[in-house]
């Protein structure tokens, strides 16, 4: 990797000189004028409007959770500039392999809430995504998903294909060896993914500086040879200077890219953790004012785009996301055949037999009654 | 004496051993401040010292791969993998090395590591946390696994686990973590690994079961005397070494065996439990031997688990079915 064949944002925000890409600053001033993506207003208002929708959607399915008709979910409160983002620069023929923890980046490859309310319902359907093209289910086994991300990568240079692959890990997640050694191949073959480590200080209770003595996580990629750079996660604008970056690079053939968005998890790490056992209220308030929605509507705000009832929107959503969880919810139906039917593309006769011994115990269940 | 669950009943043993092996070392993925996601760790780390109790990075292949590091060094660590699933990513540090350190070394190192971690179902999970994978490890020559099924047990296993010169794989039955509460003396006690418990005496069908299931095999057994079946109820406890036996004087005496466990049957703790039946007890079988087991898919998300799931019922149909062949 020759540092002048890099697009300018990497050689002025090196991870080595440990910098952050930022466009707008906490205010929602422009702070990088040259580096400010040209987009509509009509385009802003419209990504304010993507993320405040998956900002409501997470609302609403921590709240059925709570109400005990929903099991374990994992919200993704205060992340959404950087799902948005990608979600905007990712086409319907590139790759999506997520870990799970970017609604936005899915629902923007058509996955629907109701797909993940069914998943989060417990039903293998829905985490399917089937509706969408060139996404790969969500990744719980932390880190192994890099991988394939770089798998596909490698069928995509090799069979001439103009796509890329994304693919998103969380902080804890570099400290697996999947994550080093995806970086390497993907270096080595020089295939087309974008990696996004989503680094939202914490792995359910631990720092990351319990994980890496390293300034910062994007620096990881100099050992690999591969661009990396370190980006605000809770801006939008640099976020999609990012991808966007990346993008051109990886779709010209030049390789793999790695981007560290710097963030905050405002909310658990699912609805089975409880973020008091390990960190202040302070601190989570602190990270509130610096929410990415709420320096996108400073923006908007400062420049006269502002439009948005944000009571009305709410509503509008919440309706809309309600009738998709009712229907979720609402499909009971979760034959015996969709345990067996999805193993193998032949039935084993050990699968044939075991269905069969199951109903015939459901028979003579039936009978004792 | 003291009420404790199964969760309190190890975090008591590893607080024992804690207080009373300076060697003695606790790490994994957030087991610290956070005192583990089930919170068997609790308290631990205020108690011990961070040099002792504490976080390692996200790395399950690292946590175990240090463990024998530090085993053959001096220090006698237990470390946590969070959940079931989350063992495939340790498998090779597991399989490679841990099991096989001390043959290798012809007994120059002993490598006494305690790997603890929940498994099994019934509890609504996503995928990777409804696992059973007892017997991918007991496959492994240089192992023990044990399971307990009850505080008393997991208290008494645990101590021994950790006194233990050889590697040790300990898997806590998360679905009855806190289902199951029962008096356990607050001193220290050891129970022997390798030995099963008969639980309940019978002469019609023996039920050998492990975990959770030991539980519903019980319920299933106040169904099988109802209807006129005597049942004698092992709890295996041991997975490697297993209780030969005590297996084997138990069917020889009933003639009739039914294997109850989670996990996917084929090659299985219950394919093995068959295997022992026939050449110990071979002459005295009055039917099949049987296996209630998982199928051989991977276990379904919530709205699938109820078909994957071994109920009570299930177990007794099993029984009934074996006493009536």
Partial sequence: MNQNDLPEIFRDFNPLDNKMLRVIDNEGHVIEKNLMPKLSDETIIDVYKQMYYERVADEMAISYQRQGRMFTYTPNLGQEAIHIAAGKIIREDDWLVPAFREMGTLLAKGVTMKDMFLFYLGNEHGGSFKDAKNTLPIAISIGTQFHHATGIAYSIKQQKKNEAVYTFIGDGGTSEGDFSEALNFAGVWQVPVVFTIQNNQYAISVLVKSQTKSINLAVKSVAFGIPGIKVDGNDFFAMYLAYKTASEYALAGKGPVLIEAFTYRLGAHTTSDDPSKYRKKEEEAEWALVDPLIRLERYMRNNNIWNIDVEALREEYKKEIDAQFIDAENNKSYPLEDVFNYMYSDMPQDLLRQKAEYEQFLSWKESRK | ?325
């Fill in chain 2, 1 to 325: 004496m003291s009420v404790m669950t199964i969760v309190k009943a190890i975090n008591n043993a590893l607080d024992i051993k804690l207080n009373e092996d300076r060697n003695i070392v606790i790490y994994g993925e957030d087991v610290g401040v956070e005192g583990g996601v089930f919170r068997v760790t609790e308290g631990l780390q205020k108690k011990y010292g961070a040099d002792r109790v504490f976080d390692s990075p996200l790395a399950e292949s690292g946590i175990v791969g240090t463990a024998l590091g530090m085993a053959v060094s001096g220090l006698r660590p237990i470390v946590e993998l969070q959940f079931d699933g989350f063992t495939y990513p340790a498998f090779n540090q597991i399989a490679s090395n841990l099991s096989r350190m001390q043959n290798r070394s012809r007994g120059k190192f002993k490598v006494p590591v305690v790997i603890r971690f929940p498994y099994g179902g019934g509890v609504n999970a996503l995928e990777h946390h409804s696992d059973s994978p007892e017997a991918l490890f007991a496959h492994l020559p240089g192992l023990k696994v044990v399971i307990p099924s009850t505080p008393y047990d997991a208290k008494g296993m645990m101590i021994s686990a950790i006194e233990s010169e050889d590697p040790i794989i300990f898997m806590e039955p998360k679905r009855i973590y806190r289902a199951i509460k029962q008096e356990v003396p607050d001193e220290k006690f050891t129970l022997p690994l390798g030995k099963a418990k008969v639980l309940k005496e019978g002469t019609d069908v023996t039920v050998i079961a492990f975990g959770a299931m030991v539980r519903e095999s019980q319920k299933a057994i106040a169904m099988a005397e109802e209807a006129g079946i005597s049942v004698e109820l092992i709890d295996l406890r041991s997975i490697y070494p297993i209780d030969r036996e005590t297996i084997g004087n138990s069917i020889r005496k009933t003639g009739r065996m039914v294997a109850v466990a989670e996990a996917h049957e084929s090659f299985s703790v219950g394919s093995e439990l068959v295997a022992i039946a026939n050449e110990e007890a071979f002459l005295s079988l009055e039917s099949p031997p049987r296996r209630v087991m998982g199928y051989d898919t991977i276990v379904p998300l919530a709205q699938g688990e109820k078909y994957y799931i071994i109920s009570p019922e299930r177990i007794f149909y099993e029984i009934e079915k074996s006493f009536k062949y």
